[in-house]
């Protein structure tokens, strides 16, 4: 089974600057998809940025970045330039590129402050 | 393009009825539905997978006799909480899978159960 973790629950930042959240995950599976996404106060689940395990050029979306280490098992996104519409919740999810499924990590509350 | 809804986005039963919760997708078809739980500032729980014309498959603990699913065609998927109880309240979202593989999810914006 595989596992996604969120080491960080809350983290704040200024407007303007930069944020890096981590992931980390458990797998067997060579081929999977890993995802990050956004959750604001609606509440409306929100895919940010996805990433092919077999790419090794790293994902970018507009100011979200990713650091995909494999070897490592560490998926961690960048926000830059934060803006006040970015302050939710911050899913990193799991899926094996055969499957059906997402498993999420526990969630990483982000507060961007004016 | 790729949007579900859910409906109703609220909604509140009395202890010991049923309540149904409808998921579509908009502009595409979905073979394949999940529907998730989840607490408040938590994470999201599957609770099952539903695939157009054949039954569920639900998550390791979860009562199918209780939350019923339907997946009557490649655009709609229901949940229905029977005998609802307090502890069921919760907020329940739906997501669609598009194509193939695991990337092509879109979320519902989600309906909060509250069974009073």
């Known amino acids: 089974a595989q596992t996604v973790t969120q080491s960080q629950p809350e983290m704040s930042v200024q407007e303007a600057e930069t944020v890096t959240l981590s992931c980390t995950y458990d797998t067997s599976e060579n081929n999977y998809y890993l995802f990050w996404y956004k959750q604001p106060p609606s509440r409306q689940m929100i895919l940010v940025i996805r990433q092919e395990a077999y790419k090794q050029q790293n994902a970018t979306e507009n100011r979200f970045s990713v650091n995909f280490q494999k070897a490592a098992k560490s998926f961690s996104l960048k926000i830059s330039d934060s803006q006040l519409g970015d302050t939710a919740m911050y899913f990193c999810?799991?899926?094996?590129?055969?499957?059906?499924?997402?498993?999420f990590g526990g969630g990483t509350r982000v507060l961007v402050k004016p | 393009g790729a949007v579900v809804s859910q409906h109703p986005s609220w909604v509140i039963c009395k202890s010991g009825t049923s309540v149904k919760i409808e998921c579509r997708s908009l502009?595409?078809?979905?073979?394949?539905m999940f529907w998730y739980r989840q607490f408040p500032k938590q994470s999201l729980m599957l609770m099952a997978t539903s695939n157009e014309g054949s039954k569920a498959t639900y998550e390791q603990g979860v009562e199918k006799d209780k939350f019923l699913i339907n997946h009557a065609s490649l655009t709609l998927s229901t949940l229905t909480v029977t005998s609802a109880h307090p502890e069921d309240s919760s907020f329940y979202i739906c997501s669609a899978r598009r194509g193939q593989g695991a990337g092509e999810q879109y979320f519902g914006p989600g309906t909060r159960l509250t069974v009073t």
């Open positions: 999810a799991f899926g094996k590129a055969a499957g059906n499924k997402l498993t």
């Open positions: 502009d595409f078809q979905a073979t394949t």
